[in-house]
């Protein structure tokens, strides 16, 4: 069991790793006082600036009515970054606890596999959500 007094870290992938990821994470602070973060790391290529709120209002918009229609009340974060990664140097304390969702392969490790790898690399508490 992950102690969530400080809260859960819940990372976006696709539109159905996040379900399960969410659907994780609401199980592990179920019946605590722990809250959801929602973290959605959007990559601003290095020719384009960081001006895109309107960008960033829409996706968090997305990403909470997908939370809302799990019956779930998250805090949704966005962040403007130019490496995905950039996100969780910014956004995690020191040994977070995050739930990544998405497939698992045997043969060679998907997206989020590889986030989450990296992410236990750096000392954050992760629990992997397969889709």
């Keep these: 069991m992950v102690p969530v007094s400080r809260g859960l870290h819940v990372v976006a992938t696709t539109d159905e790793g996040t379900r399960r990821a969410l659907s994780e994470a609401a199980r592990l602070v179920n019946g605590s006082d722990g809250r959801l973060l929602l973290l959605i790391p959007h990559v601003v290529p290095r020719f ?11 996706i968090t918009d ?3 009515a997908l939370a809302s229609s799990m019956g779930l009340e998250v805090v949704v974060r ?11 140097r910014l956004m995690l304390g020191r040994r977070a606890h995050v739930v990544i ?5 045997w043969w060679w490790p998907t ?6 790898a990296r992410l236990k690399r750096h000392g954050h508490e992760v629990v992997f959500a397969n889709v």
């Design 62 to 64: 997305r990403y909470r």
């Design 101 to 105: 969702g998405g497939r698992h392969r």
């Design 111 to 116: 997206a989020a596999e590889r986030l989450a």
């Design 48 to 58: 384009e600036t960081f001006s895109a709120a309107s960008d960033a209002a829409a």
């Design 78 to 88: 966005v962040c403007l970054c130019r490496r995905r990664h950039d996100v969780f």
